[in-house]
T-cell receptor, first 114, second 116 residues
Framework: EPEVTQTPSHQVTQMGQEVILRCVPI?????FYWYRQILGQKVEFLVS????????KSEIFDDQFSVERPDGSNFTLKIRSTKLEDSAMYFC????????????FGPGTRLTVL | AQTVTQSQPEMSVQEAETVTLSCTYD???????LFWYKQPPSRQMILVIR??????QNATENRFSVNFQKAAKSFSLKISDSQLGDTAMYFC?????????????FGQGTTLQVKP
């Protein structure tokens, strides 16, 4: 069965460094999402994306964050200058034909900012 | 703003027994979707069951069923004949109907341990 994949599984970075988290959504899906979960807290919506445009972004998703679909298969989340509070598990998800379709999640990338 | 609350951080159940996980939500919307997602240890979240608020009938999926009480804003998940593979974190989630953004709002999660 097709799955959403994410790389790396764990990323350690120094505060102030840029990181790029990568996701490969399910191949025929058109809608893409990033969520994050700080340890011990709720899973929070970051951003949704369709047709090369952001559909919605949360207030967490400030100017330090950006998303891109650089080719037909990858969907990336970039954090330009990481802060300690960006340490979290980041989940990518995709849905097929509409934002209201079921979202399929990747296994997550654990980001640790030192 | 919508909120989702899962008041049981942890639960356990004996194999083959039935367990119910609670979820309440707050919204002023009349139409919306509700979801239960399961996250096994070190694995990705997968959809367990989905309910559309305008449908009266409670959704079921094999051993999983929901008790959707719209007036009470309650959406509990019942797992019958629990199996060891049901051990996981379970998340309740909300989405506005007709959402053009796909934003899911999650509860805090309930860790379920199925004991042999």
């Amino acid at each position: 069965e097709p799955e959403v994949t994410q790389t790396p599984s764990h990323q350690v970075t120094q505060m102030g460094q840029e990181v790029i988290l990568r996701c490969v959504p399910i191949s025929n899906h058109l809608y893409f999402y990033w969520y994050r979960q700080i340890l011990g807290q709720k899973v929070e919506f970051l951003v949704s994306f369709y047709n090369n445009e952001i559909s919605e972004k949360s207030e967490i998703f400030d100017d330090q964050f950006s998303v891109e679909r650089p080719d037909g298969s990858n969907f990336t989340l970039k954090i330009r200058s990481t802060k300690l509070e960006d340490s979290a598990m980041y989940f990518c998800a995709s849905s097929e034909l509409a934002h209201t379709d079921t979202q399929y999640f990747g296994p997550g990338t654990r980001l640790t900012v030192l | 703003a919508q909120t989702v609350t899962q008041s049981q951080p942890e639960m356990s159940v004996q194999e083959a027994e039935t367990v119910t996980l609670s979820c309440t939500y707050d919204t002023s919307e009349n139409n919306y979707y509700l979801f239960w997602y399961k996250q096994p240890p070190s694995r990705q979240m997968i959809l367990v069951i989905r309910q559309e608020a305008y449908k009266q009938q409670n959704a079921t999926e094999n051993r999983f069923s929901v008790n959707f009480q719209k007036a009470a804003k309650s959406f509990s998940l019942k797992i019958s004949d629990s199996q060891l593979g049901d051990t996981a974190m379970y998340f309740c989630a909300f989405m506005k109907h007709g959402s053009n953004t796909g934003k899911l709002i999650f509860g805090q999660g309930t860790t379920l341990q199925v004991k042999p």
